[in-house]
């Protein structure tokens, strides 16, 4: 931890970092109960709704490659005060929308506003903690933001069977509310503004070129790309897969969604164990592991016994190691950067919803009436994850202390 702390709270900094990238989460999870309830006020397939997902998932993929300059130019706090005030009024527009086409445009702002905080908390972290601590800390982000998805869908169940869909994005509102008093007048700015950064996009664009060259950054942002498109996946897929195909209530879905987060939390939470007694990439190489073998377990028994007791175990478990994966390939990603680390945090943000964009898409294309299309995409991730984490272990010929 560096000297910027010393007058600091580093546990109340964590909080708050933990809160603003926990909005992301909790802008896709708390919303998920209310799926069948939007389809049926504006009359389509529960699967159409799945569209407003990948536009979140689209607009957060843009819009963490604008914060990335912005908040190399100006410091991590005045991008991340109007990012949140631009989330404010899209949740209200959310609200407002005469039709299932207006939402999708609504939650594509809605994401443009909450990615800052995605950005600016892995940013803050880099700028704030040493090497050997940055894993440990997005660790106990991912012990917060973890909670996100155990609350946010119960919450959201209780909210829609009480009030309304609309009433979930009105809760939202004024959660961003409290973020934007925490930011403005408790979180200290972690970096100087840099007036070199050029914000003219040709600039921008050589500037994220510059770290895709970076060969490390390269395996494994597009590892988590990977790892992180499987999870989003998953989610974009929850409301079709346990309401309609295990035909489980709002309250059930609630508390079965919840479960597969705790074990998101928990591998989080074991990680930060391990890394005391192991290297940051043998971690990251027996998770992926791991990770292939769930995946192809889960398609192989989608043919021979697709039943709630077979499936959900092999998905907590599927959660359970990429609460070790996620942290682990973030902080091997952003290691080699220390000027340009809001920009490779923007880019390596960016790069994962581009990919969970792509495979939510699938999803709604294929997922109709048997959960086949899920595991294929799921055990593909799981497969290209791993074969990026070989390629590097065999360029490099041995593994490394830390990484």
Same mark, same amino acid.
């Given at each position: 931890?560096?000297?910027?702390?010393?007058?600091?709270?580093?546990?109340?900094?964590? =909080?708050?970092?933990?809160? =603003? @990238?926990?909005?992301?989460?909790?802008?896709?999870?708390?919303?998920?109960?209310?799926?069948?309830?939007?389809?049926?006020?504006?009359?389509?397939?529960?699967?159409?709704?799945?569209?407003?997902?990948? +536009?979140?998932?689209?607009?957060?993929?843009?819009?963490?490659?604008?914060?990335?300059?912005?908040?190399?130019?100006?410091?991590?706090?005045?991008?991340?005060?109007?990012?949140?005030?631009?989330?404010?009024?899209?949740?209200?527009?959310?609200?407002?929308?005469?039709? *299932?086409?207006?939402?999708?445009?609504?939650?594509?702002?809605?994401?443009?506003?909450?990615?800052?905080?995605?950005?600016?908390?892995?940013?803050?972290?880099?700028?704030?903690?040493?090497?050997? &601590?940055?894993?440990?800390?997005?660790?106990?982000?991912?012990?917060?933001?973890?909670?996100?998805?155990?609350?946010?869908?119960?919450?959201?169940?209780?909210?829609?069977?009480?009030?309304?869909?609309?009433?979930?994005?009105?809760?939202?509102?004024?959660?961003? @509310?409290?973020?934007?008093?925490?930011?403005?007048?408790?979180?200290?700015?972690?970096?100087?503004?840099?007036?070199?950064?050029?914000?003219?996009?040709?600039?921008?664009?050589?500037?994220?070129?510059?770290?895709?060259?970076?060969?490390?950054?390269?395996?494994?942002?597009?590892?988590?790309?990977?790892?992180?498109?499987?999870?989003?996946?998953?989610?974009? +897929?929850?409301?079709? *897969?346990?309401?309609?195909?295990?035909?489980?209530?709002?309250?059930?879905?609630?508390?079965?969604?919840?479960?597969?987060?705790?074990?998101?939390?928990?591998?989080?939470?074991?990680?930060?164990?391990?890394?005391?007694?192991? +290297? *940051?990439?043998?971690?990251?190489?027996?998770?992926?592991?791991?990770?292939?073998? *769930?995946?192809?377990?889960?398609?192989?028994?989608?043919?021979?016994?697709?039943?709630?007791?077979?499936?959900?175990? @092999?998905?907590?478990?599927? =959660?359970?190691?990429?609460?070790?994966?996620?942290?682990?390939?973030?902080?091997?990603?952003?290691?080699?950067?220390?000027? &340009?680390?809001?920009?490779? /945090?923007?880019?390596?943000? +960016?790069?994962?919803?581009?990919?969970? /964009? @792509?495979?939510?898409?699938?999803?709604?294309?294929?997922?109709?009436?048997?959960?086949?299309?899920?595991?294929?995409?799921?055990?593909?991730?799981?497969?290209?994850?791993?074969?990026?984490?070989?390629?590097?272990?065999?360029?490099?010929?041995?593994?490394?202390?830390?990484?």
């Amino acid at each position: 931890m560096t000297d910027r702390l010393r007058t600091r709270s580093k546990n109340g900094i964590v =909080l708050i970092l933990g809160t =603003l @990238i926990a909005l992301g989460p909790f802008s896709i999870d708390m919303y998920l109960p209310g799926f069948e309830s939007v389809a049926s006020q504006f009359g389509v397939d529960i699967s159409k709704v799945g569209l407003t997902l990948t +536009s979140y998932f689209i607009g957060i993929s843009l819009g963490q490659l604008a914060y990335g300059p912005l908040m190399d130019r100006f410091g991590r706090r005045k991008p991340l005060i109007v990012g949140l005030s631009i989330f404010i009024v899209s949740c209200l527009l959310c609200a407002f929308s005469w039709n *299932l086409y207006a939402l999708i445009v609504a939650r594509f702002f809605l994401a443009l506003g909450g990615c800052a905080g995605m950005v600016a908390s892995k940013a803050i972290v880099r700028d704030l903690f040493k090497k050997n &601590q940055v894993a440990d800390v997005l660790s106990t982000l991912m012990l917060i933001m973890g909670v996100a998805p155990i609350i946010a869908p119960t919450v959201g169940g209780i909210v829609v069977a009480a009030f309304n869909w609309q009433a979930v994005f009105y809760i939202l509102a004024a959660f961003a @509310i409290l973020m934007l008093f925490n930011v403005t007048y408790i979180l200290p700015e972690s970096a100087e503004p840099n007036h070199k950064t050029s914000l003219r996009p040709k600039a921008i664009i050589k500037e994220y070129i510059s770290i895709l060259r970076n060969r490390e950054f390269f395996i494994f942002a597009t590892a988590r790309g990977f790892a992180l498109g499987a999870l989003l996946a998953y989610v974009s +897929s929850a409301p079709f *897969l346990f309401s309609h195909y295990f035909g489980l209530d709002e309250q059930q879905f609630g508390w079965v969604f919840g479960g597969n987060a705790f074990g998101l939390i928990l591998g989080s939470q074991i990680n930060r164990v391990v890394l005391k007694h192991f +290297s *940051l990439f043998n971690i990251t190489m027996a998770t992926s592991i791991m990770l292939t073998i *769930l995946t192809l377990a889960g398609l192989a028994f989608t043919f021979v016994a697709p039943v709630f007791w077979v499936i959900y175990p @092999i998905l907590f478990f599927m =959660l359970f190691f990429t609460g070790f994966q996620n942290p682990n390939v973030t902080a091997l990603a952003l290691d080699p950067f220390t000027i &340009q680390a809001g920009s490779a /945090s923007a880019l390596i943000g +960016s790069m994962s919803m581009l990919f969970g /964009s @792509i495979f939510s898409v699938l999803i709604s294309t294929f997922l109709t009436d048997t959960i086949v299309p899920l595991f294929y995409i799921l055990a593909a991730c799981s497969i290209c994850s791993l074969v990026l984490i070989l390629v590097y272990y065999r360029k490099n010929q041995f593994v490394p202390a830390r990484a």
